[in-house]
């Protein structure tokens, strides 16, 4: 009985270190002999929520899902009818005011000039004429040989005709003079606020008009004509084609092992027999999961971190989460770190 119990202690420990020199190799030492890291992922690719910088209602959307589009392409237009008439109104705005501003920097014209000298000579002749008429007057009412009432009246006459005068000469000083500087300043003011309204109603419709950000493949039809758009309403989603990267994880002890700018290869299981040029773009700062204030040796291997793998795609062919492999080669001479990528070209054929 006790020969059997040494036997399975014997044998419990000889497997606990097998055990431990597995795990020492594939914690320690692999990692010294591996010429390359492999790593696995999904392939990712960023998106795009396109949307009318505007209110209006879609009058036509001219793509379909899975079109190919490049960056400028006309997408969609809202209708423009409301937005045209208010783009002539403040056109029509910023002439009139314009030729107010014009008028006023061109000064009085001479026929004006003249017109009101002739003006205020007449009126000079006329306050003339009633004051030596009231004169007149005033001895024969003091003799009681002229009616109170009629000299009254041509006092008051006198008095009116003189006050014509005055304004007559004032409006000739000033058109003599010419316009203000501060009517000039305020006339300019005012055309400076109808030309930023046409500009932002231009802009307006421009708006109406929805562009491909870059070029990409339409994924969803959100909304369609007829529809209410609204800057928070999207009405297509945009994936772009580049860049495309696989979102992988690396252990914290080959962390050390990888810099930005290293290159690497790609290959999925729809493509098997395709080595896609790669490089590291990005390698996250941060664990996974926070780790614990005090870490024992079998947990710290476990910390994984993101790193995003870009790759070639040239042909088109790595689509949004699409399994990928990615190769890193560990020699000296991959990667300087300075994050550049390599030449893209044609998968490689094997």
């Known amino acids: 009985m006790r020969h059997s119990l040494k036997i399975v202690a014997a044998l419990l420990l000889l497997a606990g270190l097998v055990a431990a020199g597995v795990w020492y190799w594939r914690y320690e030492e692999a990692p010294r002999t591996r010429s390359e890291i492999v790593l696995y992922g999904n392939v990712d690719i960023r998106q795009v929520e396109l949307a009318f910088n505007g209110s209006e209602r879609i009058a036509e959307i001219r793509v379909e899902e899975g079109q190919a589009v490049r960056k400028g392409a006309l997408l969609a237009r809202l209708e423009t009818r409301r937005l045209s008439l208010a ?7 910023a002439a009139a005011q314009e030729s107010v501003v014009d008028k006023l920097l ?3 014209r001479t ?3 003249l017109q009101a000298r002739a003006e205020a000579e007449a ?3 006329q306050a ?3 004051r030596r008429t009231y004169e007149r007057l005033r001895p024969l009412a003091a003799e009681n040989l002229a009616a109170r009432d009629r000299v009254d009246a041509a006092g008051a006459r006198a008095e009116s005709e003189r006050e014509r005068l005055t304004a007559a000469l004032e409006r000739l000083r000033q058109a003599e003079r010419g316009p203000r500087r501060e009517d000039i300043a305020a006339a300019r003011a005012t055309l400076r606020v109808r030309k930023a309204e046409l500009a932002i109603a231009r802009q ?4 109406a008009a929805l562009f491909a950000s870059d070029d990409g493949i339409i994924q969803n039809r959100i909304l369609e004509p007829g529809d209410m ?18 979102r992988a994880y690396v252990s914290e002890t080959d962390l050390g092992r990888i810099r930005p700018g290293q290159k690497a290869e790609v290959r999925t299981d729809s493509f098997p027999d395709k080595h896609y040029p790669a490089w590291i773009g990005y390698i996250s700062p941060t664990a996974e999961f926070t780790p614990k204030t005090v870490e024992t040796t079998d947990v710290r291997p476990h910390l994984v971190y993101q790193v995003r793998v870009f790759v070639c795609n040239d042909a088109g062919e790595l689509r949004l989460g699409m399994p990928a492999t990615v190769t890193i080669p560990l020699d000296a001479t991959n990667g300087d770190g300075d994050g550049g990528p390599p030449p893209c070209g044609d998968p490689v054929q094997q």
């Not at 783009?87 to 705005?93: E, G, K």
């Open 106 to 108: 061109a000064g009085t």
């Open 128 to 130: 003339d004429s009633a």
């Open 229 to 246: 758009a609204s800057p928070a309403r999207p009405v297509l989603t945009l994936a772009l084609t580049d860049p495309v990267w696989v």
């Open 87 to 93: 783009v002539d109104r403040a056109t029509a705005q």
């Open 204 to 207: 307006h419709l421009a708006d």
């Open 111 to 113: 026929e004006e000039i």
């Open 123 to 125: 009126l000079r002749e």
